[in-house]
């Protein structure tokens, strides 16, 4: 093997960052104060700030963030939320957890995202509220969403777990939905040294229920108010968090480069599928997803050459296990073919442009 490329390279950033990294883990131990702080109070209105929205919530991961988005928004038993059928399963499970029931939608193919096309067909007196996700950090089309969600009462809910940064018609996702819901998982865009997530929205009343919600349902110690959750993002989070936010437009950006490097020396190889921009939007390059029929082979071959490759997702949530008995889903085509075909190349802020060539030419070298 010549090459070593991983997939993602999750230590570069700390490696970079170190001294300030550093500096803000001993403010934090010094501080004598680990939850619900300083620490946590700044992230949260930095991080509004970034994303264009009115509030931050911080919470332990981007599967509470979707549950308590969910709570807040008043979703429970006997209630629907239209998903996509191709996501992460935390999408799912997300609407489980609160009792209600997810609904698949198919995506639109090359963009992967939930097709507004077939939202109508999905519909029941029972859907409550729609759930995007913005997948491989490639914007949802959000405005025929939320024209569908505002035509039937419906309340909009995006997951965007892989898109910090992306931006929709020209504005940061962070509050076209009535919630948004981010993981700060260390390989996300934005990822901190464990698990963290949050909420964003223009809602102070949302707002303020997932902050009750967040900390056992109380607002003032002993008194609770609701059943909550133990969901905080902790200080050492925050300000690892706070320390990487200024870094962000930058990584974001040679995300960017990176990509059009894929898209123009991967362009017009036989079978090769590639990622669609929607117009108007700019993605966070997340993953760079590329499908191929013979997927299981490429990514062998790439193996070979010392080219780390992944698979988002190999099981669609519907074949699951933890899913697949619950009822007769039925078939999801364009789901079901991804999962055999879709493969993520190496992608990342530290991913060099010259790994990037070695890859493209181990893929051309594949074709030939
Ligand atoms: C990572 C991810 C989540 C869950 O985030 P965690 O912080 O790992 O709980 C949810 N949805 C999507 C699309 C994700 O990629």
Redesign the pocket.
């Known amino acids: 093997m010549v090459n070593s490329i991983p997939f993602l390279d999750v230590g570069a950033a700390y490696r970079e960052l170190r001294s300030e990294t550093d500096g803000a883990i001993h403010r934090v131990l010094d501080s004598g104060w680990y939850l619900l702080g300083k620490e946590l109070e700044s992230f949260e209105a930095e991080y509004a700030a970034w994303c264009g929205a009115q509030h931050c919530v911080g919470l332990a991961?981007?599967?509470?963030?979707?549950v308590l988005g969910l709570k807040a928004l008043g979703v429970g038993p006997g209630d629907e939320v239209l998903v996509p059928a191709n996501?992460?399963i935390?999408?799912w499970l997300?609407v489980s957890y609160v009792g209600a029931t997810p609904v698949p939608v198919e995506p639109i193919p090359g963009l992967w995202n939930m097709d507004p096309a077939r939202l109508e067909a999905a519909l029941t007196s029972r859907t409550k509220v729609v759930l995007p996700?913005h997948?491989y950090g490639q914007p949802a089309d959000l405005d025929p969403i939320l024209e569908f969600a505002k035509r039937h009462g419906l309340r909009l809910l995006e997951?965007a777990?892989?898109a910090h940064g992306a931006r929709y018609q020209g504005l940061r996702i962070g509050a076209h939905g009535d919630v948004v819901?981010w993981?700060?998982?260390p390989g996300?865009n934005l990822g901190c040294l464990g698990?963290?997530?949050g909420i964003t929205t223009n809602d102070p009343e949302l707002a303020d229920r997932v902050r009750v919600l967040r900390n056992y349902g109380s607002r003032v110690k002993y008194k609770n108010e609701v059943k909550g959750h133990n969901s905080r993002l902790d200080e050492l989070q925050a300000a690892i968090l706070r320390v990487r936010l200024p870094y962000m437009d930058h990584w974001n950006a040679r995300r960017a480069t990176l990509a059009n490097q894929y898209l123009q020396g991967l362009r017009g190889l036989p079978g090769l599928g590639l990622p669609l921009v929607l117009e108007g939007t700019q993605p966070a390059w997340h993953l760079f997803v590329v499908d191929h029929p013979r997927r299981d082979a490429l990514q062998a071959h790439l193996l070979e050459r010392g080219i780390q490759t992944l698979i988002h997702y190999p099981i669609p949530a519907h074949l699951s296990e933890a899913y697949a008995s619950d009822r007769d889903w039925g078939i999801f085509p364009i789901t079901e073919a991804a999962s055999r075909t879709h493969l993520s190349l190496p992608m990342g802020p530290h991913l060099s442009p010259a790994n990037v060539d070695v890859v493209i030419e181990a893929i051309r070298a594949f074709q030939a």
């Not at 991961?61 to 979707?66: D, K, P």
Request: hydrophobic share 40%; no cysteine.
């Open positions: 991961n981007g599967l509470e963030a979707i996501t992460y935390a999408t997300g996700v997948l997951d777990a892989q819901a993981s700060f998982y996300k698990d963290g997530g």
